[in-house]
C-alpha cells in the first residue's frame, strides 16, 4: 500500500508514519485492503490551493482536504493525506487559537480529523491578526529559523508538552476513522 503525504515537512510525513505504525499489531494494509503488502509512506509537496496562513476551520479544512486530493492526483497512491495548520476562533472564547486538521482520503471518499487546538499569546495573535504567518512569527518570537519543520508553535507554546508530530498524528488518525472502522 502506497501513502503520499502532501508536504515535503518532515514532521509532516513523521506523524503520518506514527499513525500507521501505531495500529497495535494489526497490519494497516488488512484492515484497509486486505493487501499483505507494506505500507510505504512517501512525501509529495503539493499546494495547499488556501493562503499561506489559512485562517478558519473551513480554510484550513479545505488545505488539508486540497492536499490529500492532490496527492492523489500526483502520484499512484493508494491513500492521500493532507495536514494542514491554521489559526481559527471558537465560539465561547475570545482567543485566537492554533488548529490542525487532516483529511485523508482514497479517491471515493474522505475522512476528515482535527488535532488540539493551542491559545496563541495575544502579542502573536495581534501579529497574526495584522496578516502575519504564524510560522515566521514564532521564528521571530524564538529568534530562531525553521520551527514549523520541529516542534511547531504547539510545541514551544507548551514547553513541548504537545509535540507537533504527535498532535497532527491526532488529526490523522481521526481522518483515517472511515477506512479503518465500521461504524462509518
Not at 499483505?36 to 503539493?46: D, E, F, G, I, L
Not at 491578526?129 to 514551544?156: C, F, H, K, Q, Y
Request: glycine fraction near 16%; proline fraction near 5%.
Amino acid at each position: 500500500m502506497r501513502v503520499g503525504v502532501g508536504s515535503g515537512n518532515p514532521v509532516k510525513r513523521r506523524a503520518v508514519e506514527r499513525v500507521l505504525e501505531s495500529s497495535r499489531g494489526r497490519d494497516l494494509a488488512d484492515e484497509l485492503s486486505g493487501d499483505p503488502a507494506t505500507v510505504a509512506v512517501a512525501s509529495v509537496p503539493v499546494p495547499s490551493g488556501v493562503s499561506e496562513q489559512p485562517t478558519g476551520h473551513a480554510e484550513t479544512v479545505a488545505g488539508a482536504e486540497n492536499r490529500a486530493a492532490a496527492v492523489l492526483d500526483a502520484g499512484a497512491y493508494d491513500l492521500g493525506v493532507g495536514i494542514e495548520g491554521g489559526v481559527a476562533r471558537f465560539g465561547g472564547a475570545d482567543e485566537l487559537f492554533l488548529v490542525m486538521w487532516a483529511a485523508v482520503s482514497d479517491g471515493s471518499r474522505t475522512g476528515r480529523g482535527a488535532g488540539p487546538s493551542v491559545a496563541l499569546p495575544d502579542d502573536i495573535a495581534a501579529r497574526i491578526d495584522g496578516g502575519e504567518e504564524l510560522g515566521p512569527v514564532m521564528d521571530d518570537v524564538l529568534d530562531a529559523s525553521g520551527v514549523a519543520r520541529r516542534g511547531g508553535a504547539a510545541g514551544a507554546l507548551t514547553a513541548g508538552r504537545v509535540d507537533r508530530a504527535d498532535a497532527l498524528a491526532t488529526a490523522v488518525a481521526g481522518a483515517l476513522g472511515p477506512f479503518v472502522s465500521d461504524s462509518y
